[in-house]
């Protein structure tokens, strides 16, 4: 306020509150003891002191009353502008129309002599039903502040659209059993139990070594159960670390740890809520986070932590490990409760060594996915594909195949498109398989050096595993695995 409002402002309050002060006044002004003289100049105290302009005018559109802001916008005298016609001020007023349609218009744009862009109210003054005059009131004094607000407003809802989507993408499963290819009868009958599964609201235990297919399992699991509608809330255990994953499943109330936001945090589960929650790695969860874990599931209740009271949870749990959750269990890494609580209802999903037949139909998919559908595969190199040991899985082969239509820049993939460890295990089966001078001794070698690549990549080098797979002991297998140099015998466990 400057210095000669600030003195309009003390003259009014001291012409209202005379002797008893301001409020004392105005309480004689609202009760009816003042007069009208007091009650207008009230009103107009109230009137000059809020921030928009205002001014009302009759309906011959002369001003009977404007404000101290809106004198201060047109640079006028507001008292000697009464009387005044408002198109004094403004030209192009649009009163009239208001006096004579009667209809309030709202949050229009309005120039002032000034140029500076205003949004206004007109609003007709009624008195039985009478417009007898029209208000006008500034709304925004200079709208470019709006516009930017507006602007960034606007910002702000796409990018709450792009992560809606993203949110959306995460929340709904992007496959379903069709989009789980391949030829074996092996393939088709774990699809077959794990939709039978899927039907049902029983938790399911998926397991395979990596790249096997573990997460469009469960995808499809979601897909074909009757909360397909639901969200679909993916955790991958071991990328998160596992200090915050409690946290980042149950959620916490604010203030809970030091770091926490202030708001607090709904876990994941809790964003599952109808839906299917899918644990990739569970063999990472902690001891506590797996106790946890095991009381929402038996509960079907949930506490947040630094919580008090726990909330109720309708979710499907879907967990899936290339860990040996046995093994773990045995060592005392994982709990027997929750691994017979999942393992109730478990999908193993073959490697793909013990499914060969499969590779040309998953050949034939990443090509028309690479968008080279023409692109042919040479018979040789479609043999040596089907002889890999292929420890990485469905995953390793479609890199094989991304990198092979690279080199072969889209035209026929032979031999020379494939990685040496593929042509390395190929050639030596041919040389021995393939040559008519090898005794039946040479042949069984080699046939039983493939078996054990295969159980070996199987198991990830696991010594103890592989030997139980065979059935033969460690020491044979240690001794066999010396012959065909296989693996880092001395590091195997
Ligand atoms: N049967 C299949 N048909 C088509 N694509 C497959 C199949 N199995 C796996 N894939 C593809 O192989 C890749 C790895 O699959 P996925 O991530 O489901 O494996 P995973 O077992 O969960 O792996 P990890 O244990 O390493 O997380 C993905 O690109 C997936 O689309």
Redo the contacts with the bound molecule.
């Keep these: 306020m400057n210095r000669e409002n600030e003195d309009n402002h003390v003259c009014a309050v001291e012409r209202l509150s005379g002797s008893q002060g301001m409020a004392g006044s105005a309480m004689r002004v609202l009760s009816g003891a003042a007069d009208l003289g007091d009650l207008v100049d009230f009103l107009a105290l109230v009137l000059d002191n809020v921030y928009s302009g205002i001014i009302v005018c009759d309906s011959d559109c002369r001003i009977v009353f404007m404000n101290r802001v809106y004198g201060e916008l047109l640079g006028a005298d507001p008292k000697a502008a009464v009387g005044d016609y408002l198109d004094k001020y403004f030209p192009h007023t649009r009163m009239p129309q208001v006096l004579s349609t009667g209809r309030s218009e709202l949050a229009q744009r309005c120039s002032l002599k000034t140029d500076m862009p205003m949004l206004v109210n007109r609003i007709p003054l009624r008195i039985k039903g009478q417009v007898v005059g029209v208000i006008l009131q500034t709304i925004f004094r200079d709208y470019t502040a709006m516009t930017d607000l507006i602007s960034r407003l606007q910002g702000l809802e796409s990018e709450v659209k792009y992560y809606k989507k993203g949110l959306d993408r995460l929340l709904s499963p992007l496959y379903g059993f069709n989009?789980?290819?391949?030829s074996s009868p092996l393939l088709a009958g774990v699809k077959a139990v794990a939709a039978k599964y899927a039907r049902t609201e029983a938790p399911v235990l998926i397991t395979?070594a990596?790249?096997?297919?573990?997460?469009?399992f469960a995808h499809a699991v979601h897909r074909s159960s009757p909360r397909a509608a639901g969200p679909f809330v993916c955790v991958n255990c071991a990328a998160i670390p596992r200090e915050l994953l409690e946290s980042e499943l149950f959620g916490y109330e604010s203030g809970a740890f030091t770091g926490a936001s202030r708001k607090g945090k709904v876990g994941q589960i809790q964003l599952a809520h109808t839906g299917t929650l899918f644990l990739?790695e569970i063999g990472e969860l902690s001891p506590k986070a797996q106790a946890t874990l095991l009381r929402v599931l038996e509960t079907k209740t949930l506490e947040r932590l630094g919580g008090v009271k726990r909330v109720a949870v309708d979710f499907r749990l879907v967990a899936?490990t290339?860990r040996d959750l046995k093994e773990m269990m045995s060592r005392g890494e994982f709990r027997d409760d929750l691994y017979y609580r999942l393992s109730t209802m478990a999908v193993e999903i073959p490697a793909l060594s013990r499914r060969r037949e499969d590779v040309p139909v998953?050949v034939a998919?990443f090509l028309t996915a690479l968008e080279h559908p023409q692109t042919e595969v040479g018979l040789q190199a479609m043999e040596a594909l089907q002889n890999y040991a292929w420890p990485g899985n469905?995953?390793e082969l479609?890199n094989v195949i991304e990198r092979a239509v690279s080199l072969s820049e889209g035209r026929r993939i032979d031999l020379e498109h494939l990685p040496r460890e593929i042509l390395t295990s190929d050639l030596e089966e041919r040389q021995v398989c393939e040559n008519p001078d090898t005794t039946l001794a040479e042949q069984m070698a080699c046939f039983e050096k493939r078996v054990m690549e295969h159980a070996l990549a199987f198991n990830k080098g696991n010594m103890t595993k592989t030997a139980k797979m065979l059935g033969i002991s460690r020491s044979t297998l240690y001794e066999k695995c010396r012959r065909y140099d296989l693996g880092d015998t001395e590091k195997a466990s």
């Design positions: 989009n789980i290819l391949g395979g990596t790249g096997t297919g573990k997460e469009m990739d899936a290339n998953l998919h469905v995953r479609k």
